[in-house]
């Protein structure tokens, strides 16, 4: 009897230890789960800062030359272009994708013209022989608002303020000799005092160098005295702009 149970306990263990590991072989796999979502930094451009820079273009226009000496002849319009190169300082700071800002920059010019006509008062020729009058804007200077829209690196804008030229005019006979027995003065120089308005785009290269390219309008207070448009280039370096980080979430199927 003794031996018949030990017999059976034997061959029940021997059962067991068989059927144990392909039990647990047969049970199904623990899915992995993917790790909780992380927030990532991501790297968003701002345009808020202080900045200076260099601008350089072309310009063209008309000016009266007879104004800028004295205002008793008719008005006479005589054509100018060339370039211009100064430097830009500036500030702004943006909202959203508002951006706000100052902006002044005063430039070298070199914006020369001449013709040759007979000045006239009240359509009356006042000399028997036409003058050649020579003018040209030597010098300007801005002040503006910028406001514009920003997209990442990229900044579009409006643009307006004050303006002031440096605007002079020569005299001379045809004959090459001194208009003074004409004209009681055969040069004149005056600071005009306008307006300037016009638009660009600006794109970021890093978060301290950007270049622009602008188109400003630039007249005196009197449009009969001095106008003149402006193709702009310009490379600015900002001291205090910086690229600011936006947290995003990364979306997983097992939350």
Known sequence: MNKVFILTTVALVA?????QPV????LPTRPAYAPAPTMSPVPVYNWTGIYVGLNGGYGWGNQDPL???TNRFDGDSVAFSGGVFGGTAGAQIQSGHVVIGFE????????????????TVGGVPITVAAITASTNIDWESTARVRVGYANQNWLFYGTGGMAILGAKTSLTTTGGASCA???ASCTGFSKQIGAAL????????TPEISAKLEYLYITAASLDVSHHSEIRLGLNRSEERRVGKECRSRWSPYH
């Open 181 to 183: 027995s004409l004209i």
């Open 67 to 69: 104004n800028l000496i």
């Open 198 to 205: 016009g638009a660009g785009v600006e794109y970021g290269f």
């Open 104 to 119: 002044a920059d005063l430039d070298w010019a070199s914006f020369k013209g001449s013709s040759t006509f007979i000045p």
């Open 15 to 19: 059962f067991v230890g068989a059927v």
């Open 23 to 26: 039990t647990a072989a047969d």
